[in-house]
């Protein structure tokens, strides 16, 4: 919904931010690697310490004791350039002497983890508790909404359910019970691959799940393999087939493409970046604005550089993997923001826009957890803003802040162009909030799951294996191993995304105390700091509570705020 882009006068030339057009067509980035941007020792040394983990958990295959004495040497004081060079060296080595071939079982899946613990969700990978599960607690829980159109259910379809024998399609639908995850639209542009070793195959299916009378907990009900396909209901209790396993193998390798693509890269990654350059650009570093959102831009545009130089490049680890061309991808998420307006990224109206208003009929640990930190950020930001502007007519006298929205905005700027106007309080409020709940909590929820659940190959597939027609006639565990990927894909994906899934860098919230300073009004900020620490100190508690009461697999941590950064720094 990007029509009508003001234009704004952006000056590109002097200094080292600057937008750029052509890594992401035509999303704006940032036009090269400024110095500023290069990361920290810390970070350094937080990353080299997780790698550290997976080069011990692949030294019985491909990391000598060479390597780990290099990584140890490095952790003291990294370099920018010797910290890249040795990565690139040590992925080279886990990329390219993995165990190859075909897996005999699944049990060459879990012999990977060597060192590194097997994930609980393992255990669970025909589950179907745990496939509907997934979708309110999983890598990708913002990807299902509420299903108006129940499509091709029929009552007789889902009475044949057990957990629905008594119930009815109307009914499932007008009471809110019915929901879908639907890949179709989204993944359509999606070209399937061959890199590095052969035909992959982007699956579109669409699945519903169901609320049983009674209960809080989805159910699956339904799969659509893709429109050719023959629509699956799912089995009677203790009564799977290896055809029911294989459609389901179908949504859990869409489910991944549509979460590495869309929410992960193209929902925070890509969404963030044009804000940042805006902020160096427009705003003197003492702004208040400058000053609440720099904390949450912190190695964002390190990593979004160094994402798009290797790891989402031709040959890159999302190349190897990923189902699409590493160009359809990009045309996928680049597509996603074009799409769809800012106000998607208001935590609230967002739910509400996919039916999931005031309440909901199901246990839905994410929205719980994201309303609670959306509803503690914008409290913070609203009263951090009241510190400097009485009302609205002093946001709309601000010539630095409607310099840098209108630059957001511009075609020849961040090309943000449904980012609204800022004329009121609650207007840059919102906005603010949204930006940082992106930068922080979002892309938590989509980054660091993946340690838990997509290391395990089998249970998200970044493409299938075979054609989805093979796919879908599936009778045996041998047929359906055959979807999987080899074992030196699955090696890499242990690899990349366990090292993803375990680098936190900095804390929501935990600002350096001198931060604000230069504003003059510091001790009026760290009260109201104060206030958003124990508010976000009371949602860590709820989140335990509730944690404590499930088994270890069904547990939903990914928005304590203790372990959620103040930006996209991995």
Known sequence: MQQSMETATVDQAPGPYAYDYDAVSP?????????EELPSHAWMREVLTVVMAV????????????????LNAQRANPSADEFMTLIRSLWRRLTTTSPTGRPQSV??????????????????LHDDDAFAWWRVRGTNPTAIRQAIDPGPLTSEGIRSVSAFVDDDL????????LVVADY?????????????????????????????????????????PDEAGSLQYAPPAGKSSWAWNAVKTVVQSADDNHHQIISHLSRTHLFVEPFIVATHMALPNHHPVSLLLRPHFEGTIFINWSAIHFLVSRGGGVDKLQAGTIASDLKVAAEWL????????????????HGFGATVPFDYPYRDDALAVWDAIREWVSTYLAVFYRDDGAVQGDEALQCWSRIVRAQNGGRVATFPELRSITALGDALAAI????????????????????????APGAGYVPLEEAIAVTTESEWLDMLPPLDMAALQLSLTYTLGNVHYTQLGRYDLPWFLPTHRNNEIQERLGSFHHTLGSIEATINAR???????????????????QSINI
């Not at 999303?27 to 110095?35: E, F, H, I, T, W």
């Not at 049990?107 to 669970?124: G, H």
């Not at 590095?196 to 009378?213: L, S």
């Open 55 to 70: 080069a011990h958990n692949q030294h019985e295959a491909n990391i000598e004791r060479a390597d780990i004495a290099a």
């Open 170 to 177: 109307d009914a499932l639908v007008t009471s809110g019970r």
């Open 547 to 565: 944690n404590a009461r499930l088994p270890t697999a069904f547990q939903y941590p990914y928005l304590l705020p203790s372990t959620v950064p």
């Open 436 to 459: 940082i709940y992106a930068a922080s909590a979002l892309h938590a929820a989509g980054n660091f799951p993946q340690a838990n659940i997509t290391a395990y190959t089998p249970l």
């Open 27 to 35: 999303l704006a980035m940032q036009k090269g690697l400024p110095r």
């Open 338 to 353: 074009t799409r769809n307006p800012f106000e998607e990224a208001v935590v609230p109206r967002s739910f509400a826009a």
């Open 184 to 224: 179709r639209e989204t993944l359509a542009d999606l070209e399937p691959s061959s890199y590095p070793g052969g035909p992959k195959y982007a699956y579109r299916p669409v699945a519903w799940f169901g609320v049983p009378k009674g209960s809080r907990r989805l159910t699956p009900i339904a799969i659509l």
């Open 107 to 124: 049990d060459d899946y879990r012999a990977q983890f060597r060192t590194i613990p097997l994930p609980p969700p393992a255990n669970l």
